[in-house]
């Protein structure tokens, strides 16, 4: 147990739809992460959350946005679903500094099955 | 443009043979990260390192060592003693840093599995 939580397991939804995966991260760690992994695009990096502030962004389309509450725990939000987002969101976290960082843990991740 | 090449789509050993994962890699940048995931069958994700541009030392930790070797822009990865534990699909990444340390444009090979037969 990588102590990274992430809920729900499996979502699925009708195109269109707007959704919210939901990821805690592990007791202390300031970084939060999300990942997609689909069959077409293979894994990619969506954005970063550093202590509640956008850190850094990767391939991540305009209609998902995600956010890191104060609490440190970190929703993405998908909207406008499409087809193609169906896949496994993963979340993970770290314990971050400014100048270096510890390995990252993953989370189960979250089916997102679009119909 | 950032580009992961893990050529190497499958790869089947027998136990306890010593397996090498390849990973080549482009980028413009003169910073940048590369990483190795693995995911078993189970599909969770793990980590399992990351090296910075400026250290080419390379890494051993227990039955894994990564040679990085800048001049020929690759990050491999060696599992020594295979175990049938090893069996997953192995990633590699490349991101380039920016000033505040996070990562942008984390660039993804597409996967080697690897098969260890008992």
């Known amino acids: 147990d990588s102590g990274v939580t992430q809920t729900p397991k499996h979502l699925i939804t009708a195109t269109g739809q707007r959704v919210t995966l939901r990821c805690s991260p592990r007791?202390?760690?300031?970084?939060v992460y999300w990942y997609q992994q689909s069959l077409d695009q293979g894994l990619q990096f969506l954005i970063q959350?550093?202590?509640?502030?956008?850190?850094a962004k990767g391939n991540i389309l305009e209609r998902f946005s995600a956010q890191q509450f104060p609490d440190l725990h970190s929703e993405l939000n998908l909207s406008s679903l499409e087809l193609g987002d169906s896949a496994l969101y993963f979340c993970?976290?770290?314990?971050?500094?400014?100048?270096?960082?510890?390995?990252?843990?993953f989370g189960p991740g979250t089916r997102l099955t679009v119909l | 443009a950032q580009k992961v090449t893990q050529a190497q789509t499958e790869i089947s050993v027998v136990e306890k043979e010593d397996v090498t994962l390849d990973c080549v890699y482009e980028?413009?940048?003169?910073?940048?990260?590369l990483f190795w995931y693995k995911q078993p069958p189970s599909g969770e994700l793990v980590f399992l390192i990351r090296?910075?541009?400026?250290?080419?030392q390379n890494e051993i930790s227990g039955r894994y060592s990564w040679n990085f070797q800048k001049s020929t822009s690759s990050f491999n990865f060696t599992i020594t003693a295979s175990q049938v534990v090893d069996s997953a699909v192995y990633f590699c990444?490349?991101?380039?840093?920016?000033?505040?340390?996070?990562?942008?444009?984390?660039?993804f090979g597409t996967g080697t599995k690897l098969q260890v037969i008992p």
């Open positions: 980028t413009r940048d003169t910073t940048y990260y």
């Open positions: 959350y550093y202590n509640g502030e956008e850190r």
């Open positions: 090296r910075n541009s400026f250290d080419e």
């Open positions: 007791s202390g760690d300031l970084s």
């Open positions: 993970a976290s770290s314990a971050e500094g400014l100048a270096d960082y510890n390995e990252q843990f």
């Open positions: 990444a490349l991101s380039e840093v920016t000033l505040s340390g996070g990562y942008q444009k984390v660039t």
